[in-house]
């Protein structure tokens, strides 16, 4: 089948969240001991959780983190403090657990599943050795101030990749969390929410790894430049990933599309995986009910960008690592708002006197 | 020993937190394979821990919520949309494993440790059982509206039974978060923040378990008249906590005091404990260094007092539920800040190329 056609498909296959679920969930926390929605936004999350899944005991146990890598043909304009060898040497480091994203991982009990989509350095040891899937499109996206990133024919291979994996991951997957390795990411990222949002380059582009203000507003520059040179159609995301996106981000977007079909809730990481999350809403503007956003990054952008999804994240810690490490550090507030949702007595139950008004 | 001797020996005996640990701990994180800084506050509060435990593998694996129950004469004053019974009720719930902050400590491992200070209802059954420890200063305090809270000698036994439920938790406890139960509590709480912040009453009354706008105001009025009838002197924390106190809130200072002397981190939770950490920074300013803020609540007043305390709190997730559950919530995070500072490869050992610039 060709790639557009299985994504097609599921993006047919995927239903809103079900409304009522989250009713039946809302009902019953107004009967567990505490006021009136005492716990806000958990318990926001605990109904969520049920209408994502149809369920009052959202199964959230078997964790993954996919991190999808891949290198940026743009990383010649400068746009990186880090070269792209780095893309290869981090994801080294994933498979010897060192990496921020294995640590937070480890504390989440999730398992870290790595897939090179279109990595430039030499991973085939990795590859055979299975600790990472080897899905290489190409050795890095092509240089998207001088042309497009991709053809759309990768686009969509990149994007069937994702549902792929999501597919094989789902027998052994109640929640997922996105994550991404890819020097030079931001800036694609920051194209996309450009042309996604209707804003200016310079309001979405940001610092990335750790560039400073001159080195910034470069960047912004370069942005806006592959916005000209590719005049992506807005309207037809595969179009925008293909002329300014990237291998990893098309996977990422994939993998989105392919948790809303099977149901399960995917916490979406920062910037980056933001971006693709913006792609999958695109695509389908259904499969936003199954995200949740996990933190606030410092990238200016990625305001920009979750209000364009609709949606307010757990977090906020100043975090810009990516990886899926933000994802990882908000996988407890999602077991804590089933727990909640599951464990707590009832007013009838603990046999608690309920509000006089 | 005079309760008020042990409070002024524990003082004296409070350290600020260790900088020249936070430096090393700097020092290690710069080392670790991600761009500088890219895990923003989470790398922040690594520091902290590291200064607060004189160690750059700080311990945090055994927790402890201390909730601090106690009643409130001024809820005749009908500023809660529960009646004081419920204070009795949740503490059974607690026993029971019922309520939030069993859920959410289970979950983080931490143990629940309920102490009757000053409950109205009779929790004799649950002394005799040992699963509350009973130090019942009186059934209740007075109302505030018309006179003191309680003596000044109660109020240092309150502060000395924080102390004592700190030195015999010790040497079981890591990491400590503090936690109550007292219908009617937040609002002696909104009259420690007036008096410690100098705010207007208006300002820092808001809506406890969830009394409507009409309440609100009427409650702010009785923060103010509690105020006027008792004129404490603001610079004096035990007039504050004598004059518009509350026996769990000054119990919940002096636990703090104890983790601060041990040097050990302590969590605190939303608006009333953040009252008690407010009494506790007044009694000894260095006690602030071992203090985690652990979320921002929808209390107004509670904004005010985190300013006054210097601190940001981890969290913002629209809670008001009190028992510490807002702390056990943030206590994943403790331990990943841990984790981050400890587990994580340096670019050396894992052979990452660094920041070019």
Chains 1, 2 share one sequence.
Request: hydrophobic share 45%; aromatic share 2%.
């Amino acid at each position: 089948m060709r790639p557009t056609l299985v994504v097609d498909e599921t993006i047919r296959s995927i239903t809103p969240a079900d409304q009522s679920w989250r009713a039946q969930a809302v009902q019953r926390i107004h009967t567990l001991t505490m006021p009136t929605w005492a716990l806000g936004r958990l318990l926001d999350l605990a109904a969520d959780l049920a209408a994502m899944t149809r369920s009052l005991a959202p199964p959230v146990e078997r964790r993954a983190v996919v991190v999808m890598a891949g290198d940026h043909g743009v990383v010649a304009e400068g746009v990186s403090a880090y070269p792209s060898e780095v893309t290869a040497q981090m994801i080294h480091n994933f498979t010897r657990g060192g990496a921020g994203i294995n640590v937070l991982a480890e504390q989440a009990r999730a398992r870290v599943v790595v897939v090179d989509v279109g990595v430039a350095g030499d991973l085939s040891d990795l590859a055979r050795s299975g600790a990472v899937q080897s899905r290489r499109i190409a050795p890095g996206t092509r240089n998207i101030a001088r042309g497009p990133a991709m053809t759309r024919e990768e686009a969509g291979r990149a994007l069937a990749i994702g549902l792929e994996v999501a597919a094989t991951q789902s027998p052994d997957t109640d929640l997922y969390a996105t994550g991404e390795m890819g020097i030079g990411n931001t800036t694609p990222s920051s194209a996309i929410v450009a042309l996604l949002c209707g804003a200016d380059p310079r309001e979405v582009t940001g610092c990335g790894t750790g560039i400073g203000e001159p080195a910034r507003a470069r960047k912004a520059e370069i942005v806006a430049r592959a916005i000209a040179v590719n005049h992506p159609n807005s309207a037809d995301p595969i179009d925008v990933l293909a002329k300014v996106g990237g291998y990893e981000i098309g996977a990422l977007a994939g993998l989105i599309l392919g948790a809303a079909a099977a149901r399960k809730p995917i916490l979406i990481d920062g910037f980056i995986s933001t971006a693709a999350a913006l792609l999958a809403q695109g695509l389908c503007p259904a499969a936003a009910d199954y995200m949740i956003a996990s933190h606030q990054s410092v990238e200016p952008g990625h305001r920009v960008a979750l209000a364009r999804l609709g949606k307010r994240p757990l977090l906020d810690l100043g975090l810009r690592l990516g990886e899926g490490t933000g994802a990882a550090l908000a996988m407890p507030l999602v077991e804590a708002a089933v727990r909640v949702l599951t464990r707590m007595a009832t007013f009838e139950e603990a046999g608690v006197t309920g509000d006089k008004t």
